[in-house]
């Protein structure tokens, strides 16, 4: 129905920045909201950053002021900007999107996730 595929993270040493993004495809009437989760080791997976249909954002506390969720709806796509990465942001990103379908109505998807690893 709905398919996600997400960027590739990568290896970014603290102080560094890092942009994700995630393309929604499929069958999709609308995009209600889209948004970044991460999980990282022995943890369990957490919000990082959500945005509406409107454009209304919220934020981990730990990532306001450094990561920047936007979104373009002409594409279908979020993006998270991460900038002054701390050792303490690596984890599995994960792109989260509520969208509207033609046959099952709201569907919640999940991109696969990204290895996001800030290191010296």
């Known amino acids: 129905q709905v398919q996600l595929v997400e960027s590739e993270g990568g290896l970014v040493q603290p102080g560094g920045s890092l942009r994700l993004y995630c393309v929604a495809s499929?069958?999709?009437?609308?995009?209600?909201?889209m948004g970044w989760y991460r999980q990282a080791p022995g943890k369990q997976r957490v919000l990082v950053a959500r945005?509406?249909?409107?454009?209304?954002?919220n934020y981990a506390d730990s990532v306001k002021g450094r990561f920047t969720i936007s979104r373009d709806n002409a594409k279908n796509t979020v993006y998270l900007q991460m900038n002054s990465l701390k050792p303490e942001d690596t984890a599995v990103y994960h792109c989260?999107?509520?969208?509207?379908?033609?046959?099952?109505?709201?569907?919640?998807?999940w991109g696969q996730g990204t290895q996001v690893t800030v290191s010296s």
């Open positions: 989260n999107v509520v969208v509207i379908t033609p046959t099952h109505g709201l569907v919640d998807s």
């Open positions: 499929g069958s999709i009437l609308n995009i209600v909201d």
């Open positions: 945005i509406t249909a409107g454009g209304g954002t």
